[in-house]
Protein backbone atom coordinates (compact mmCIF):
# COMPACT_ATOMS: atom_id res chain seq x y z
CA UNK A 1 0.00 0.00 0.00
CA UNK A 2 2.77 2.65 0.68
CA UNK A 3 4.71 1.15 -2.46
CA UNK A 4 1.86 2.16 -4.61
CA UNK A 5 1.14 5.82 -2.59
CA UNK A 6 4.67 6.56 -3.57
CA UNK A 7 4.71 5.84 -7.14
CA UNK A 8 1.33 7.10 -7.44
CA UNK A 9 2.76 10.46 -5.67
CA UNK A 10 5.87 10.32 -7.98
CA UNK A 11 3.45 9.93 -11.34
CA UNK A 12 1.23 13.02 -10.10
CA UNK A 13 5.13 14.83 -9.28
CA UNK A 14 6.03 14.37 -13.03
CA UNK A 15 2.93 15.10 -14.63
CA UNK A 16 2.90 18.43 -12.86
CA UNK A 17 6.49 19.05 -13.91
CA UNK A 18 5.42 18.57 -17.40
CA UNK A 19 2.29 20.29 -17.84
CA UNK A 20 2.38 23.86 -19.35
CA UNK A 21 1.38 26.40 -16.83
CA UNK A 22 -2.05 27.77 -17.30
CA UNK A 23 -4.37 30.01 -16.40
CA UNK A 24 -8.07 30.71 -16.90
CA UNK A 25 -7.51 28.62 -20.04
CA UNK A 26 -4.38 30.34 -21.79
CA UNK A 27 -1.16 28.28 -21.90
CA UNK A 28 1.45 30.16 -21.39
CA UNK A 29 5.52 29.66 -22.26
CA UNK A 30 7.23 30.01 -18.98
CA UNK A 31 6.43 27.20 -16.21
CA UNK A 32 6.61 28.13 -12.79
CA UNK A 33 6.39 25.25 -10.18
CA UNK A 34 4.10 25.05 -7.75
CA UNK A 35 1.85 27.10 -9.75
CA UNK A 36 1.38 30.71 -8.58
CA UNK A 37 -2.33 31.67 -7.21
CA UNK A 38 -1.76 34.87 -9.56
CA UNK A 39 0.42 35.47 -12.61
CA UNK A 40 0.48 36.90 -15.27
CA UNK A 41 3.22 36.86 -18.34
CA UNK A 42 4.21 40.62 -19.28
CA UNK A 43 5.68 39.91 -22.15
CA UNK A 44 9.46 40.83 -22.76
CA UNK A 45 12.92 40.68 -20.76
CA UNK A 46 14.69 42.30 -18.54
CA UNK A 47 18.85 41.44 -19.61
CA UNK A 48 21.57 39.95 -17.05
CA UNK A 49 24.82 42.21 -17.51
CA UNK A 50 26.84 44.39 -16.38
CA UNK A 51 24.15 47.25 -16.40
CA UNK A 52 22.18 45.20 -14.24
CA UNK A 53 22.65 45.22 -10.06
CA UNK A 54 20.63 44.14 -7.01
CA UNK A 55 19.75 46.57 -4.75
CA UNK A 56 19.15 45.75 -1.08
CA UNK A 57 18.46 48.12 1.88
CA UNK A 58 21.74 48.28 4.16
CA UNK A 59 19.53 47.76 7.43
CA UNK A 60 17.66 44.86 5.49
CA UNK A 61 16.75 41.96 8.01
CA UNK A 62 18.99 38.68 7.33
CA UNK A 63 17.14 36.62 5.71
CA UNK A 64 16.23 39.40 3.05
CA UNK A 65 20.11 39.68 2.36
CA UNK A 66 20.20 35.80 1.70
CA UNK A 67 17.50 36.56 -0.73
CA UNK A 68 19.86 39.17 -2.29
CA UNK A 69 22.84 36.70 -1.97
CA UNK A 70 21.21 33.59 -3.66
CA UNK A 71 20.10 35.79 -6.69
CA UNK A 72 23.54 37.06 -6.95
CA UNK A 73 24.97 33.54 -6.66
CA UNK A 74 22.76 31.75 -9.29
CA UNK A 75 23.39 34.32 -11.92
CA UNK A 76 26.89 33.66 -11.36
CA UNK A 77 26.84 29.98 -11.63
CA UNK A 78 24.39 29.69 -14.20
CA UNK A 79 24.79 32.67 -16.54
CA UNK A 80 28.09 34.02 -15.56
CA UNK A 81 27.74 37.67 -14.73
CA UNK A 82 28.93 38.84 -11.24
CA UNK A 83 25.98 41.23 -9.97
CA UNK A 84 26.74 44.07 -7.50
CA UNK A 85 24.19 43.88 -4.72
CA UNK A 86 24.14 47.86 -3.95
CA UNK A 87 21.95 49.96 -1.72
CA UNK A 88 19.16 52.16 -2.77
CA UNK A 89 21.56 55.16 -3.27
CA UNK A 90 23.97 53.37 -5.65
CA UNK A 91 21.30 51.93 -8.22
CA UNK A 92 20.82 55.16 -10.05
CA UNK A 93 24.24 54.13 -12.64
CA UNK A 94 22.48 50.53 -13.53
CA UNK A 95 19.81 50.37 -16.64
CA UNK A 96 18.83 47.40 -14.91
CA UNK A 97 17.62 46.35 -11.24
CA UNK A 98 16.52 43.68 -9.17
CA UNK A 99 14.77 45.15 -6.27
CA UNK A 100 14.80 42.80 -2.94
CA UNK A 101 12.66 44.12 -0.61
CA UNK A 102 9.66 43.10 2.75
CA UNK A 103 7.09 44.98 3.10
CA UNK A 104 3.89 44.12 5.43
CA UNK A 105 1.72 43.88 2.53
CA UNK A 106 3.19 43.18 -0.74
CA UNK A 107 0.21 40.59 -1.62
CA UNK A 108 -2.31 38.52 0.07
CA UNK A 109 -1.46 35.64 2.44
CA UNK A 110 0.66 35.96 5.84
CA UNK A 111 4.28 36.58 6.04
CA UNK A 112 5.36 34.34 3.75
CA UNK A 113 3.51 35.22 0.89
CA UNK A 114 5.57 37.40 -2.03
CA UNK A 115 4.99 39.17 -4.97
CA UNK A 116 7.34 39.61 -8.03
CA UNK A 117 6.83 42.75 -9.87
CA UNK A 118 7.97 43.97 -13.31
CA UNK A 119 8.07 47.81 -14.44
CA UNK A 120 9.61 50.25 -16.43
CA UNK A 121 10.49 53.49 -14.10
CA UNK A 122 13.02 56.74 -14.87
CA UNK A 123 14.74 54.94 -18.37
CA UNK A 124 15.30 51.23 -16.58
CA UNK A 125 13.26 48.30 -16.40
CA UNK A 126 13.14 46.79 -12.36
CA UNK A 127 12.07 43.45 -11.14
CA UNK A 128 10.99 43.70 -7.44
CA UNK A 129 11.14 40.44 -5.52
CA UNK A 130 8.43 41.38 -2.62
CA UNK A 131 7.87 39.90 0.31
CA UNK A 132 5.36 40.08 3.05
CA UNK A 133 8.29 39.30 5.79
CA UNK A 134 11.68 38.91 5.38
CA UNK A 135 11.01 34.79 4.38
CA UNK A 136 8.36 35.84 1.93
CA UNK A 137 10.94 37.99 0.28
CA UNK A 138 14.23 34.51 0.11
CA UNK A 139 10.77 32.59 -1.40
CA UNK A 140 10.13 34.98 -4.05
CA UNK A 141 13.99 34.94 -5.11
CA UNK A 142 14.33 31.24 -5.45
CA UNK A 143 10.83 32.09 -7.56
CA UNK A 144 12.66 34.67 -9.84
CA UNK A 145 15.17 31.91 -10.90
CA UNK A 146 12.52 30.06 -12.42
CA UNK A 147 12.05 33.04 -14.71
CA UNK A 148 15.68 33.66 -15.87
CA UNK A 149 17.04 32.29 -19.25
CA UNK A 150 19.63 32.49 -21.72
CA UNK A 151 19.25 33.97 -25.38
CA UNK A 152 20.98 32.06 -28.35
CA UNK A 153 23.92 33.71 -27.45
CA UNK A 154 24.21 32.70 -23.76
CA UNK A 155 23.46 36.16 -22.17
CA UNK A 156 21.05 35.88 -19.14
CA UNK A 157 17.71 37.40 -19.18
CA UNK A 158 14.30 37.56 -16.61
CA UNK A 159 11.74 36.93 -18.06
CA UNK A 160 8.77 39.65 -17.05
CA UNK A 161 6.12 37.75 -15.54
CA UNK A 162 4.11 39.32 -12.58
CA UNK A 163 3.51 36.90 -9.66
CA UNK A 164 1.84 36.46 -6.34
CA UNK A 165 1.79 33.81 -4.15
CA UNK A 166 1.57 32.44 -1.12
CA UNK A 167 1.27 28.70 0.63
CA UNK A 168 -1.36 26.95 1.03
CA UNK A 169 0.14 24.55 4.13
CA UNK A 170 1.30 26.45 6.44
CA UNK A 171 3.94 23.97 8.71
CA UNK A 172 6.01 22.29 5.75
CA UNK A 173 8.81 20.45 7.88
CA UNK A 174 11.60 18.08 6.86
CA UNK A 175 12.42 15.47 8.99
CA UNK A 176 16.34 14.08 9.54
CA UNK A 177 16.30 10.54 11.67
CA UNK A 178 19.70 10.15 12.97
CA UNK A 179 19.18 7.24 15.60
CA UNK A 180 20.85 9.69 18.01
CA UNK A 181 19.28 10.90 21.85
CA UNK A 182 17.82 14.53 21.65
CA UNK A 183 16.48 16.17 19.52
CA UNK A 184 16.21 20.26 17.65
CA UNK A 185 13.41 21.77 15.98
CA UNK A 186 13.77 25.00 14.15
CA UNK A 187 12.94 27.13 11.16
CA UNK A 188 16.08 27.12 8.73
CA UNK A 189 16.46 30.93 9.79
CA UNK A 190 17.24 29.13 13.04
CA UNK A 191 20.11 26.71 12.08
CA UNK A 192 22.09 28.73 9.67
CA UNK A 193 22.03 31.77 11.79
CA UNK A 194 23.04 29.19 14.77
CA UNK A 195 20.62 29.53 17.08
CA UNK A 196 19.87 25.78 16.30
CA UNK A 197 22.72 23.71 15.67
CA UNK A 198 23.05 20.18 13.78
CA UNK A 199 26.22 18.52 14.97
CA UNK A 200 28.94 18.62 13.02
CA UNK A 201 29.56 14.87 12.96
CA UNK A 202 25.77 14.51 11.87
CA UNK A 203 26.45 17.48 9.02
CA UNK A 204 29.43 18.94 8.32
CA UNK A 205 28.91 22.80 7.84
CA UNK A 206 29.17 23.12 4.41
CA UNK A 207 27.00 20.28 3.84
CA UNK A 208 24.41 21.76 6.19
CA UNK A 209 24.28 25.11 4.17
CA UNK A 210 23.88 23.23 1.01
CA UNK A 211 21.16 21.27 2.77
CA UNK A 212 19.15 24.91 3.95
CA UNK A 213 19.53 25.91 0.62
CA UNK A 214 17.65 23.13 -0.65
CA UNK A 215 15.48 23.46 1.88
CA UNK A 216 14.60 26.86 1.11
CA UNK A 217 13.99 26.32 -2.70
CA UNK A 218 11.36 23.39 -1.58
CA UNK A 219 9.91 26.29 0.55
CA UNK A 220 10.04 23.85 4.03
CA UNK A 221 9.49 26.44 6.78
CA UNK A 222 10.79 23.39 9.63
CA UNK A 223 13.42 21.23 10.65
CA UNK A 224 13.16 18.49 12.90
CA UNK A 225 16.04 15.87 14.04
CA UNK A 226 16.25 13.57 16.44
Not at 11 to 36: F, M, Y
Not at 65 to 88: F, K, M, S, W
Not at 190 to 211: H, S, W
Request: glycine share 10%; net charge neutral.
Amino acid sequence: MKIAFLLCALALSLSCLAAPLAKNGHVHSVEIVPTPRHFRDLGGVMPLDAGTAILVAADAAEPVRYAAETIRDHCRANYGIDLPIVPPSGGESYRSLIVVSALSRATEGGPEGFAIQPSVGAGRKIIAVLGNGPRGTVYGATTLFQLMGKDPSGRGFIRCVAVDDWPSVPLRAHYVLTHRLGEAIGSWENFRTGAKTIPGELMPKEVRNDYLDWLVRHRSNLVYYE
